[in-house]
């Protein structure tokens, strides 16, 4: 395998630390390992800008001692060098302060069938440099045929393997390797007056279900000739219809919303929201982590407490927030397995979706704007609202009549669960955060 080596000793390694920690004083250890190799390539106009093709391994420590945690972290995995950082990290947390809510989760049975998930893809591994630089070359090279297309920001690709060791004083042990390959692709048409750009990419855990070269070129070449001659248009209030790249965005600040970590902080407007209605009963979000190949999942997170799959909104009620071992007790809930240490994060976030297809949504709407790229931050999670610029194709009698720009989407999250209308079926997981086409009753789209 590129760059792997055989884990067995890593997990003795883990193991004896755990152990040390103990010996030395420590309340609770927990010994995180990370072994992994990487190959990122970057190309431009048929020339290579960088590359790059690298293994590591990373250790991750947490020692809790009279309720009070040190963290560590290490590079460098020579035993004498890692029995130091936790004798040291033990003498740190006596100088901490006390934290009731910390403290390892408890141990839960880890009764998931690894293989069964498919994370792991032999032929990742098995692919060469030359291969790899290839396919970014080739996918450039068909998006450039196009005459529309006038200049590229580049292709690239990439592969990253690794095995995930985690062990804690608790008595959790688990191990598993996984693999992610990913061919990406932007460009820009028009002239320098009337510049448009757009990119496309696509990104799986097994080489075969990655998209090939021409199908990311022609993606890339689609949505960013749409955008050509783009016009105006009057600041209104009109249904708003996003395309699935923007439905994950909208679901990636719902999660920041949902997260435990805001929750607690008080940084979320859905504080204090669990049972009430905060959507249209079409809206019903998952976070599943045990879903086969999809790139969000895993075994278990951080914690060491097993993926599961949580129903975050069910048809508009918003059941659970997401959370790790610490949230949970801060918040007096239950743990979802979305640890990622000291932090949440998704696995398979997403909205379920509905049966209408992009089409019959766009159809069925008399004037507005189908959302298809959006800039700048303007998301508050405090108050939920959302103020983006964005770029789009503007809708006139259930036909796309013209792309339009120089507009800004306004909103609040949470009237725009309430409004969501339409839920479409074309569901793709190009991250851990997806959703499908939907449209908003209405939203306020500023233009001149």
């Not at 103990?22 to 250890?29: H, I, L, R, S």
């Not at 990655?210 to 105006?232: F, G, I, S, Y």
Request: aromatic share 6%; hydrophobic share 40%; net charge negative.
């Amino acid at each position: 395998m590129s760059g792997f080596r055989p884990t067995g000793g890593l997990m003795d390694l883990a193991e004896s630390l755990v152990d040390f920690g103990k010996a030395c004083g420590a309340d609770e250890v927990e010994v995180s390992i990370v072994d992994g190799y990487e190959f990122n390539v970057d190309v431009r106009l048929g020339k290579i800008e960088d590359l790059v093709e690298a293994g590591s391994r990373a250790m991750g420590l947490r020692i809790i001692k009279d309720k009070k945690t040190a963290f560590a972290s290490s590079s460098d995995m020579s035993r004498a060098t890692l029995r130091r950082l936790v004798r040291r990290a033990v003498r740190r947390a006596e100088l901490a302060n006390p934290d009731p809510f910390s403290g390892l989760a408890p141990l839960t049975p880890l009764t998931i069938d690894i293989p069964s998930l498919e994370l792991y893809d032999p032929e990742v591994p098995r692919l060469d440099s030359k291969t790899k630089i290839a396919l970014a070359l080739e996918s450039e090279r068909i998006a450039l045929r196009d005459a529309r297309i006038t200049n590229s920001y580049g292709a690239g690709f990439v592969t990253h393997e690794a095995s995930t060791i985690l062990v804690n004083s608790n008595g959790f042990r688990g191990e598993y390797d996984q693999t992610y390959c990913g061919l990406s692709l932007g460009l820009q048409a028009g002239g320098t007056d009337d510049r448009v750009e757009d990119f496309w990419s696509s990104s799986k855990r097994f080489f075969k279900d990655l998209a090939t070269p021409k199908e990311v070129a022609d993606k890339a070449v689609a949505r960013t000739v749409r955008q050509l001659n783009p016009r105006k248009i009057k600041t209104q209030k009109v249904p708003v219809i996003f395309d699935p790249t923007m439905t994950s965005w909208l679901l990636g600040f719902l999660f920041s919303c949902v997260a435990g970590t805001a929750i607690y902080q008080k940084a979320s407007f859905l504080a204090d929201k669990l049972g009430e209605r905060i959507g249209d009963e079409k809206v019903t979000v998952v976070d599943g982590g045990l879903l086969p190949r999809e790139l969000g999942t895993r075994p278990f997170d951080a914690d060491g407490l097993p993926s599961r799959k949580t129903l975050v909104m069910d048809k508009g009620i918003l059941t659970h927030y997401l959370c790790n071992t610490y949230a949970a007790r801060k918040l007096n809930c239950e743990a979802t397995g979305n640890s990622s240490g000291a932090g949440v994060s998704p696995n398979n976030f997403y909205l379920e979706p509905g049966t209408a297809s992009a089409e019959d949504i766009i159809r069925s709407t008399e004037k507005g704007l189908l959302l298809i790229r959006a800039l700048g931050h303007g998301l508050n999670p405090v108050t939920g609202d959302i103020s983006r610029g964005a770029f789009g194709m503007w809708i006139e009698g259930g036909e796309i009549a013209y792309p339009v720009s120089e507009i800004t989407v306004s909103g609040n999250l949470g009237e725009v669960l309430r409004d969501i209308e339409t839920v479409g079926r074309d569901i793709e997981f190009l991250s851990p955060v997806a959703g499908p086409t939907v449209k908003i009753r209405e939203m306020t789209v500023a233009g001149t």
